[in-house]
């Protein structure tokens, strides 16, 4: 009956009156998934919506309301409901949605998107994650030098690393705490970049302790592998990538942040010896590729770019230094 009721008072199409049932819908989903429902079982083992009673009213609101009348409140209420129930299909539609109405729209619904994702209901994907980092990108391109919105993004991505009822797989979490934050580099404003920093810090923090504890893992070296294929599909690296000749200003930039948490993330080693964890990775990227790019060197050129970083940041590793502690890495570091 409550279901029937939000429903009957969402898709009425008086202006402004259905947030309260929208909010309601989204709350009520989230509980559903917290309390670990039949659909909410069925939905975190990757089988779809469930049989929610939300699946499909989110995507109903959305089509119901024009992005030319411009009501943010109302159409960030519908994308929480359809983010919360829906898969990466609904992502990329309320994204493309919330651009087209305006900037704080996209701010907001990027904020949403990482609520499901850090309760692991939402499969993390690369196209996915590449759909994030260009919405992403545009918000820090356009929004950078106002301090404004952009901190409602950086609270969200601050929250990845806040344990939830229902959470995502650990290797997920600390992809998207690594990456994502990261592209904060481009922006002006220096509260935003130190915010960043300070994400991506904890996340690597915290996987250098797990890397401790569990010696089996090599969570820091899997963490600079994803770092560098997430590198390897940003735009601006394209770009740089595709240039005569390009020193890779924004690329540059961008890894710095990922390179700067490494050399901290465990006070006692030496930013050295950490160091070499990321050109271990860059060395052996050569012998792999991109499975979604066959035939792209994309991946080799980005642990180039990550290679220059790490070795401005510890001249000590030369290439004949680097050369005989690579000699020491443990076999198989690189993820597959």
């Given at each position: 009956?409550?279901?029937?009721?939000?429903r009957?008072?969402?898709?009425q199409?008086?202006?402004?009156s259905p947030?309260?049932a929208?909010?309601?819908?989204?709350?009520?989903?989230?509980?559903?998934?917290?309390?670990g429902?039949?659909?909410?079982a069925?939905?975190?083992?990757?089988?779809?919506?469930?049989?929610s009673?939300?699946?499909d009213?989110?995507?109903?609101?959305?089509?119901?309301?024009?992005v030319?009348?411009?009501?943010?409140?109302?159409?960030?209420?519908?994308?929480?409901?359809c983010?919360?129930?829906?898969?990466?299909?609904?992502?990329?539609?309320?994204?493309?949605?919330?651009?087209?109405?305006?900037?704080?729209?996209?701010?907001?619904?990027?904020?949403?998107?990482?609520?499901?994702?850090?309760?692991?209901?939402?499969?993390?994907?690369?196209?996915?994650?590449?759909?994030?980092?260009?919405?992403?990108?545009?918000?820090?391109?356009?929004?950078?030098?106002?301090?404004?919105?952009?901190?409602?993004?950086?609270d969200?991505?601050?929250?990845?690393?806040?344990?939830?009822?229902?959470?995502?797989?650990?290797?997920?979490?600390?992809?998207?705490?690594?990456?994502?934050?990261?592209?904060?580099?481009?922006?002006?404003?220096?509260?935003?970049?130190?915010?960043?920093?300070?994400?991506?810090?904890?996340?690597?923090?915290?996987?250098?302790?797990?890397q401790?504890?569990?010696?089996?893992?090599?969570?820091?070296?899997i963490?600079?592998?994803?770092?560098?294929?997430f590198l390897?599909?940003l735009?601006?690296?394209?770009?740089?990538?595709?240039?005569?000749?390009?020193?890779?200003?924004?690329?540059?930039?961008?890894s710095?942040?990922?390179?700067?948490?490494?050399?901290?993330c465990e006070?006692?080693?030496?930013?050295?010896?950490?160091?070499?964890?990321?050109?271990?990775?860059?060395?052996r990227?050569?012998?792999?590729?991109?499975?979604?790019?066959?035939?792209?060197?994309?991946?080799h050129?980005?642990?180039?770019?990550?290679?220059?970083?790490?070795?401005?940041?510890?001249?000590?590793?030369?290439?004949?230094v680097?050369?005989?502690?690579?000699?020491g890495?443990?076999r198989?570091?690189?993820?597959?």
């Open positions: 009956r409550l279901a029937a009721w939000i009957d008072r969402c898709l199409g008086a202006a402004g947030l309260m929208l909010h309601l819908a989204a709350a009520f989903a989230e509980r559903e998934l917290a309390r429902t039949a659909w909410a069925e939905k975190g083992a990757g089988g779809g919506d469930g049989g009673p939300w699946s009213l989110g995507r109903e609101v959305l089509g119901r309301y024009d030319a009348a411009g009501d943010v409140d109302a159409l960030c209420a519908a994308a929480d409901v983010l919360m129930v829906g898969d990466a299909d609904d992502v990329t539609g309320c994204l493309q949605r919330a651009k087209a109405c305006s900037v704080d729209a996209d701010i907001q619904v990027l904020a949403l998107t990482l609520r499901p994702l850090r309760r692991g209901v939402l499969p993390l994907t690369v196209d996915l994650l590449a759909t994030l980092a260009s919405h992403i990108l545009g918000v820090v391109g356009v929004r950078g030098g106002v301090a404004g919105d952009c901190e409602v993004l950086l969200s991505l601050q929250r990845l690393q806040k344990p939830t009822g229902v959470q995502a797989r650990l290797f997920d979490r600390l992809r998207l705490s690594i990456t994502l934050p990261a592209l904060f580099a481009l922006s002006p404003l220096k509260k935003h970049r130190e915010a960043a920093q300070r994400v991506v810090h904890t996340a690597l923090a915290r996987a250098a302790r797990q401790q504890q569990q010696q089996q893992e090599p969570f820091l070296d963490a600079t592998a994803c770092f560098v294929h390897s599909r735009d601006p690296f394209t770009r740089e990538a595709s240039a005569t000749a390009s020193a890779y200003p924004e690329s540059s930039k961008i710095e942040v990922f390179c700067e948490a490494l050399l901290r006070p006692s080693r030496k930013p050295t010896e950490l160091g070499v964890v990321a050109l271990r990775v860059c060395d990227v050569r012998y792999f590729e991109d499975r979604g790019r066959p035939g792209s060197n994309a991946v050129k980005a642990a180039s770019v990550l290679r220059h970083v790490v070795e401005k940041h510890c001249p000590d590793l030369g290439k004949r680097a050369g005989l502690l690579l000699q890495g443990p198989g570091s690189m993820p597959t």
